[in-house]
């Protein structure tokens, strides 16, 4: 019998670690932390990751089983990943093996071997040099790759097509069989020579790279706090090849995979490196060569999304997050963790610098930098000789609306394209309008499965759920009264782009949302015909707000801001304030002056009137001490128990035995709030409810927890509903 007992993390919803065996007769230096086993759980084989190797245990010999497999002769995790992934699991009081199976690529979770696949580089052969254009006269496509290749002298990877809106896949391969291209493998594709910045750092941007530079081998938190438009982004770009410079690595993390493609293709003009990108976008293989090229070393940088946080450096020099303030960066599935915390705790364990950029920081963030935690750099100016953009206010109140657009917008619109410039309409609604009434009896289109209206699709002829997913074809009469009087209510982008059409009916309108980018590339498609474009609307959603550089879009309108003027979450006037300056932000953004204007039936809005007067800076001051005064993060600290369940009364059953259990644990710098029902009471085919835990103590909450969340697990009435912990949640209502 072995003298040594490994310890492993499993993914299952459990909050415990569990107690194997080692394979009869091997020994114990065949086993480190980090390595990947196999092993038998109930019926089934699961993949797990040694945490530790003890020399005893709690558990009776007789219950213990050897593991089935050693997945890896060596540790595939380090002890700074062991240590980030214990104290993730640990903070956010999640099952360990929720944390890894979150960490690692999915490839890798099912015990897939960490092989690193060679790349594919592609060039013109002897005979392809020799062809001339009248060779591809009947494949233009074939054409478009041939003058690709012709104009670079290295072989390149499929990262060159990238940009491209249709699949280049076949007609290569039908050019690589008549021997026109050649490919070869190699463990990373040749670099280009880099390009030259377009312009050099103004003071405000040197004092950034200078200050972040003195840290480089040190952990430190910088805030990059940089209006719109004030080159965020050039400021990466030097200090991402400083770090370069020095053999190190970096970790960039953006909000949006539509992000992604803009900003890698600018990296790669500007780093002669080798990069990889990691987003839910890509298939498993590529997410799994992304996180291991990072590991081994064959990349200086990773571009991704949330979950790349966890991805293992092999030489850390830096991280970087850009629109840190963004809520996309929390989980809220599963393993409920802020990629911001996350990002922060590994800068802090690998000892490197971590810089978080954005035009409109997160409250928490500028908290931080009262409490000096934080170092705050400050670009007030835009680059370029751009000037920051007028606001007004539109007064909608009696005003005649076509479909929500107001003569004043219209009128602004129509001047703009007669300059041949751009034009941006926010809408915060996709879809063609959220409501499908009756005129005749009022019966209302509404979800089964959710307490929520269906959304008028107009285009696919579909009634959606916004929520659950459910769809059905309009009706072309009434289901109550049969009659044929139904007509929408309120609007979405597709209903303004409609209205669009009909005063603009011989501007190209270009349509930015869920909708129309679900395909892959068509985000990056549409934002490159626009910017190829001459006087143009884009109408668009929130992903219209981040990020992106038009620099013929002069006048922004906003069309629809009141709905989020009021709400019940206490978050929402700072999302509001983000919203506004990172759309109003789009305009301007080169040598012509851009206008925002704003449409309300609430001008005297201190809200609004606050940010046009005097900023978000002024307005985050006002709302962080209103946050002080009132109690609320991030001067106090939140976790919320969220249940549900098909039977609302097994959540109600739930609920009243954690009452019984809360009774029991002593209550120091602890207030229970609830429980009450979600705010959409039923989602999905679910009843919803919640309990908030708030404290002033951060160290009060985690005792709090961790003294209830094991309780939950053996009440009887837990197997009926589905329950989860958010620990810092930013949805609470």
Same mark, same amino acid.
């Given at each position: 019998?072995?003298?040594?007992?490994?310890?492993?993390?499993?993914?299952?919803?459990?909050?415990?670690?569990?107690?194997?065996?080692?394979?009869?007769?091997?020994?114990?230096?065949?086993?480190?932390?980090?390595?990947?086993?196999?092993?038998?759980?109930?019926?089934?084989?699961?993949?797990?990751?040694?945490?530790?190797?003890?020399?005893?245990?709690?558990?009776?010999?007789?219950?213990?089983?050897?593991?089935?497999?050693?997945?890896?002769?060596?540790?595939?995790?380090?002890?700074?990943?062991?240590?980030?992934?214990?104290?993730?699991?640990?903070?956010?009081? %999640?099952?360990?093996? #929720? /944390?890894?199976? $979150?960490?690692?690529?999915?490839?890798?979770?099912? !015990? +897939?071997?960490?092989? @690193?696949?060679?790349?594919?580089?592609?060039?013109?052969?002897?005979?392809?040099?020799?062809?001339?254009?009248?060779?591809?006269?009947?494949?233009?496509?074939?054409?478009?790759?041939?003058?690709?290749?012709?104009?670079?002298?290295?072989?390149?990877?499929?990262?060159?097509?990238?940009?491209?809106?249709?699949?280049?896949?076949?007609?290569?391969?039908?050019?690589?069989?008549?021997?026109?291209?050649?490919?070869?493998?190699?463990?990373?594709?040749?670099?280009?020579?880099?390009?030259?910045?377009?312009?050099?750092?103004?003071?405000?941007?040197?004092?950034?790279?200078?200050?972040?530079?003195?840290?480089?081998?040190?952990?430190?938190?910088?805030?990059?706090?940089?209006?719109?438009? %004030?080159?965020?982004? #050039? /400021?990466?770009? $030097?200090?991402?090849?400083?770090?370069?410079?020095? !053999? +190190?690595?970096?970790? @960039?993390?953006?909000?949006?995979?539509?992000?992604?493609?803009?900003?890698?293709?600018?990296?790669?003009?500007?780093?002669?490196?080798?990069?990889?990108?990691?987003?839910?976008?890509?298939?498993?293989?590529?997410?799994?060569?992304?996180?291991?090229?990072?590991?081994?070393?064959?990349?200086?940088?990773?571009?991704?999304?949330?979950?790349?946080?966890?991805?293992?450096?092999?030489?850390?020099?830096?991280?970087?997050?850009?629109?840190?303030?963004?809520?996309?960066?929390?989980?809220?599935?599963?393993?409920?963790?802020?990629?911001?915390?996350?990002?922060?705790?590994?800068?802090?364990?690998?000892?490197?610098?971590?810089?978080?950029?954005?035009?409109?920081?997160?409250?928490?963030?500028?908290?931080?930098?009262?409490?000096?935690?934080?170092?705050?750099?400050?670009?007030?100016?835009?680059?370029?000789?751009?000037?920051?953009?007028?606001?007004?206010?539109?007064?909608?109140?009696?005003?005649?609306?076509?479909?929500?657009?107001?003569?004043?917008?219209?009128?602004?619109?129509?001047?703009?394209?007669?300059?041949?410039?751009?034009?941006?309409?926010?809408?915060?609604?996709?879809?063609?309008?959220?409501?499908?009434?009756?005129?005749?009896?009022?019966?209302?289109?509404?979800?089964?499965?959710?307490?929520?209206?269906?959304?008028?699709?107009?285009?696919?002829?579909?009634?959606?759920?916004?929520?659950?997913?459910?769809?059905?074809?309009?009706?072309?009469?009434?289901?109550?009264?049969?009659?044929?009087?139904?007509?929408?209510?309120?609007?979405?982008?597709?209903?303004?782009?409609?209205?669009?059409?009909?005063?603009?009916?011989?501007?190209?309108?270009?349509?930015?949302?869920?909708?129309?980018?679900?395909?892959?590339?068509?985000?990056?498609?549409?934002?490159?015909?626009?910017?190829?474009?001459?006087?143009?609307?884009?109408?668009?959603?929130?992903?219209?707000?981040?990020?992106?550089?038009?620099?013929?879009?002069?006048?922004?309108?906003?069309?629809?801001?009141?709905?989020?003027?009021?709400?019940?979450?206490?978050?929402?006037?700072?999302?509001?304030?983000?919203?506004?300056?990172?759309?109003?932000?789009?305009?301007?953004?080169?040598?012509?002056?851009?206008?925002?204007?704003?449409?309300?039936?609430?001008?005297?809005?201190?809200?609004?009137?606050?940010?046009?007067?005097?900023?978000?800076?002024?307005?985050?001051?006002?709302?962080?001490?209103?946050?002080?005064?009132?109690?609320?993060?991030?001067?106090?600290?939140?976790?919320?128990?969220?249940?549900?369940?098909?039977?609302?009364?097994?959540?109600?059953?739930?609920?009243?035995?954690?009452?019984?259990?809360?009774?029991?644990?002593?209550?120091?710098?602890?207030?229970?709030?609830?429980?009450?029902?979600?705010?959409?009471?039923?989602?999905?085919?679910?009843?919803?409810?919640?309990?908030?835990?708030?404290?002033?103590?951060?160290?009060?909450?985690?005792?709090?927890?961790?003294?209830?969340?094991?309780?939950?697990?053996?009440?009887?009435?837990?197997?009926?509903?589905?329950?989860?912990?958010?620990?810092?949640?930013?949805?609470?209502?």
């Amino acid at each position: 019998m072995s003298n040594f007992y490994l310890n492993i993390a499993v993914d299952t919803p459990l909050y415990r670690i569990f107690d194997y065996l080692p394979i009869n007769n091997s020994p114990r230096s065949d086993y480190q932390a980090g390595q990947r086993v196999s092993v038998s759980f109930g019926r089934r084989q699961k993949i797990g990751v040694i945490l530790n190797i003890s020399s005893s245990t709690d558990i009776s010999k007789a219950q213990l089983k050897p593991i089935s497999k050693l997945l890896d002769a060596e540790p595939l995790l380090s002890p700074e990943d062991l240590t980030l992934y214990k104290w993730a699991a640990n903070y956010y009081h %999640s099952p360990i093996g #929720e /944390v890894f199976a $979150q960490a690692l690529p999915k490839q890798l979770r099912m !015990g +897939k071997e960490p092989t @690193i696949k060679l790349a594919t580089l592609y060039s013109l052969s002897q005979s392809g040099h020799a062809l001339d254009e009248t060779c591809f006269n009947r494949s233009p496509r074939q054409r478009a790759l041939w003058q690709q290749l012709k104009s670079t002298a290295n072989p390149v990877d499929r990262h060159v097509f990238a940009a491209l809106d249709w699949d280049w896949r076949a007609p290569i391969n039908s050019m690589i069989k008549k021997g026109w291209v050649d490919i070869q493998h190699e463990d990373a594709p040749a670099l280009s020579p880099p390009e030259a910045p377009l312009f050099s750092p103004n003071s405000e941007q040197q004092a950034a790279i200078k200050a972040i530079s003195k840290k480089q081998q040190a952990f430190q938190v910088f805030l990059l706090d940089g209006v719109t438009g %004030s080159g965020k982004t #050039e /400021v990466y770009l $030097q200090l991402i090849q400083q770090v370069i410079n020095n !053999g +190190k690595q970096v970790l @960039i993390l953006l909000p949006e995979i539509t992000l992604t493609p803009q900003l890698a293709e600018r990296f790669r003009k500007r780093l002669a490196t080798q990069m990889v990108v990691s987003h839910s976008g890509l298939n498993d293989s590529q997410r799994s060569q992304a996180w291991l090229r990072i590991k081994k070393g064959l990349a200086n940088i990773l571009l991704g999304t949330r979950s790349a946080v966890f991805t293992p450096m092999n030489a850390p020099g830096m991280i970087i997050m850009d629109e840190e303030h963004d809520p996309s960066f929390k989980q809220q599935e599963g393993f409920r963790y802020s990629a911001r915390n996350v990002a922060i705790m590994r800068a802090r364990d690998y000892n490197i610098p971590i810089v978080l950029g954005s035009a409109t920081p997160s409250l928490e963030s500028l908290h931080s930098v009262q409490q000096n935690q934080f170092t705050h750099l400050v670009l007030t100016k835009r680059t370029a000789g751009a000037s920051q953009p007028v606001i007004r206010l539109l007064d909608c109140r009696h005003q005649t609306l076509d479909n929500h657009l107001s003569p004043s917008l219209l009128n602004a619109i129509k001047k703009t394209l007669e300059r041949n410039e751009q034009v941006i309409l926010f809408v915060n609604r996709r879809g063609f309008a959220p409501v499908l009434m009756c005129h005749r009896c009022g019966w209302v289109g509404e979800c089964r499965r959710c307490d929520s209206r269906l959304v008028i699709h107009k285009e696919a002829h579909l009634l959606k759920c916004h929520h659950c997913g459910t769809e059905h074809r309009i009706p072309s009469t009434c289901p109550s009264c049969q009659e044929a009087e139904l007509f929408p209510l309120g609007l979405g982008t597709e209903r303004v782009e409609e209205t669009l059409n009909s005063h603009f009916p011989n501007t190209p309108i270009t349509r930015i949302d869920r909708d129309s980018t679900r395909q892959k590339d068509a985000m990056q498609s549409l934002i490159n015909q626009v910017r190829q474009g001459g006087g143009q609307i884009l109408v668009g959603t929130q992903m219209l707000a981040k990020g992106h550089h038009f620099p013929n879009v002069t006048l922004v309108g906003i069309v629809d801001i009141d709905a989020g003027l009021f709400s019940c979450d206490f978050r929402a006037s700072e999302r509001m304030a983000q919203l506004i300056t990172q759309v109003a932000g789009r305009a301007g953004r080169e040598e012509k002056p851009g206008r925002v204007l704003i449409q309300t039936h609430q001008p005297e809005h201190p809200l609004l009137n606050t940010l046009i007067e005097h900023g978000y800076a002024r307005f985050a001051k006002e709302a962080l001490a209103e946050r002080q005064q009132a109690q609320l993060p991030p001067y106090h600290y939140h976790a919320l128990l969220r249940v549900n369940a098909v039977k609302e009364q097994a959540v109600l059953n739930f609920l009243t035995d954690v009452g019984h259990l809360i009774s029991n644990i002593q209550l120091t710098s602890i207030q229970i709030l609830g429980p009450v029902p979600a705010p959409m009471l039923k989602r999905a085919g679910r009843f919803r409810y919640q309990l908030l835990i708030e404290s002033p103590q951060r160290k009060a909450r985690h005792q709090f927890l961790k003294s209830l969340l094991p309780e939950l697990e053996k009440i009887k009435s837990s197997r009926q509903v589905r329950w989860s912990i958010d620990v810092d949640p930013i949805d609470i209502f």
